[in-house]
């Protein structure tokens, strides 16, 4: 059964630097999105990507957020100057298969990042 | 804005009985979907069960149903039989219907079955 795939699985990094999280969903969907889950918090929603541009985002999802589509198979998440509270796991996900009825397709996640920020 | 209330942080139970996990929600919306995710330690978050508001016939899968009350916006999730492999963290999502795709999650119940 075809699957997200997320890398890495546990990413280390300096508080202010940079940090991508790549991701790769499964091939014949059209909806990406990011979550993420603070340890003990809830699960919380970035944002959801369509057709090539954001369709919406959270308003966690700051200036600091972006994402691409750089092929046609990764989608990643880019934090530009990490902080602290950005420690967490970071789930992609993928839906709605081309061609397809749309409305209650689920989401498929992916094992998840876990970034710690030190 | 719509929120998602899982009142059940731990829970446990032997295996082979059942167990209910209770999930609640808020919403003015009349069209939209519920969804159970089971996250097991392994990390990844699989998809239990799903149903739609506008069917009344509460959802099966296997050993999993769900008690779809839509008056008092409720959705719980029972698991007969219960097995090991069942242990795992289990959310209650909501989406609303139409374009607007994001999910609004609980913050989980911890199933611990034991053998």
């Given at each position: 059964?075809?699957?997200?795939?997320?890398?890495?699985?546990?990413?280390?990094?300096?508080?202010?630097?940079?940090?991508?999280?790549?991701?790769?969903?499964?091939?014949?969907?059209?909806?990406?999105?990011?979550?993420?889950?603070i340890l003990g918090q809830k699960v919380e929603f970035l944002v959801s990507f369509y057709n090539n541009e954001i369709s919406e985002k959270s308003e966690i999802f700051d200036d600091q957020f972006s994402v691409e589509r750089p092929d046609g198979s990764n989608f990643t998440l880019k934090i530009?100057?990490?902080?602290?509270?950005?420690?967490?796991?970071?789930?992609?996900?993928?839906?709605?298969?081309?061609?397809?009825?749309?409305?209650?397709?689920?989401?498929?996640?992916?094992?998840?990042?876990?970034?710690?920020?030190? | 804005?719509?929120?998602?209330?899982?009142?059940?942080?731990?829970?446990?139970?032997?295996?082979?009985?059942?167990?209910?996990?209770?999930?609640?929600?808020?919403?003015?919306?009349?069209?939209?979907?519920?969804?159970?995710?089971?996250?097991?330690?392994?990390?990844?978050?699989?998809?239990?069960?799903?149903?739609?508001?506008?069917?009344?016939?509460?959802?099966?899968?296997?050993?999993?149903?769900?008690?779809?009350?839509?008056?008092?916006?409720?959705?719980?999730?029972?698991?007969?039989?219960?097995?090991?492999?069942?242990?795992?963290?289990?959310?209650?999502?909501?989406?609303?219907?139409?374009?607007?795709?994001?999910?609004?999650?609980?913050?989980?119940?911890?199933?611990?079955?034991?053998?």
């Amino acid at each position: 059964e075809p699957e997200v795939t997320q890398t890495p699985s546990h990413q280390v990094t300096q508080m202010g630097q940079e940090v991508i999280l790549r991701c790769v969903p499964i091939s014949n969907h059209l909806y990406f999105y990011w979550y993420r889950q603070i340890l003990g918090q809830k699960v919380e929603f970035l944002v959801s990507f369509y057709n090539n541009e954001i369709s919406e985002k959270s308003e966690i999802f700051d200036d600091q957020f972006s994402v691409e589509r750089p092929d046609g198979s990764n989608f990643t998440l880019k934090i530009r100057s990490t902080k602290l509270e950005d420690s967490a796991m970071y789930f992609c996900a993928s839906s709605v298969e081309a061609g397809s009825f749309y409305s209650n397709q689920p989401q498929h996640f992916g094992d998840g990042t876990r970034l710690s920020i030190l | 804005a719509q929120t998602v209330t899982q009142s059940q942080p731990e829970m446990s139970v032997q295996e082979a009985e059942t167990v209910t996990l209770s999930c609640t929600y808020d919403t003015s919306e009349n069209n939209y979907y519920l969804f159970w995710y089971k996250q097991p330690p392994s990390r990844q978050m699989i998809l239990v069960i799903r149903q739609e508001a506008y069917k009344q016939q509460n959802a099966t899968e296997n050993r999993f149903s769900v008690n779809f009350q839509k008056a008092a916006k409720s959705f719980s999730l029972k698991i007969s039989d219960s097995q090991l492999g069942d242990t795992a963290m289990y959310f209650c999502a909501f989406m609303k219907a139409g374009n607007n795709r994001k999910l609004i999650w609980g913050l989980g119940t911890s199933l611990a079955v034991n053998p």
